[in-house]
C-alpha cells in the first residue's frame, strides 16, 4: 500500500509564498513521475508541474516562473516552491505519483489534497 501526503498549504497574501511537501511511504521501490495538480472550486483540476525521474521538469504557462517542483529520492519526497503567488492560483493542492511497488508494476497514486488560499 502507498500513501501520498501533502502539507504545506494555507492562506497567503497575493505575492506571497508557500512551500508544498508530498512525502509518500509504502514498500517502493521506484517513484517514476511526480506531478502537482490543483483544482479551484467548479473547476477541472489542472497540472502545475511534473518532475521525472530523471529530474526533468515541465510547467504550464500560468505557472511558468513562478513555481518550482523538487525531489529528494532518498525520502520518496516532492516539493512545490509556489512564488509570486496570485488569487487565482487559490485551490486544493494534489500529489501524483507513478510507483512501482515491491518490484511489482507501476501504479497511479493520489494524495489528499492540501488547501492554498491566496487573498488579494
Known amino acids: 500500500q502507498v500513501q501520498l501526503v501533502e502539507s504545506g498549504g494555507g492562506l497567503v497574501q497575493a505575492g506571497g509564498s508557500l512551500r508544498l511537501s508530498c512525502a509518500a511511504s509504502?514498500?517502493?521501490?521506484?517513484?517514476?513521475?511526480l506531478r502537482w495538480y490543483r483544482q479551484a472550486p467548479g473547476k477541472q483540476r489542472e497540472l502545475v508541474a511534473i518532475?521525472?525521474?530523471?529530474?526533468?521538469?515541465n510547467y504550464p504557462d500560468y505557472v511558468k516562473g513562478r513555481f518550482t517542483i523538487s525531489r529528494d529520492s532518498a525520502k520518496n519526497t516532492s516539493y512545490l516552491q509556489m512564488n509570486g503567488l496570485k488569487p487565482e492560483d487559490t485551490g486544493v493542492y494534489y500529489c501524483?505519483?507513478?510507483?512501482?511497488?515491491?518490484?511489482?508494476?507501476?501504479?497511479?497514486?493520489w494524495g489528499q489534497g492540501t488547501q492554498v488560499t491566496v487573498s488579494s
Open positions: 509504502g514498500i517502493i521501490s521506484s517513484i517514476n513521475f
Open positions: 501524483n505519483a507513478l510507483v512501482r511497488v515491491d518490484a511489482g508494476p507501476l501504479s497511479n497514486h
Open positions: 518532475i521525472t525521474s530523471g529530474g526533468s521538469t
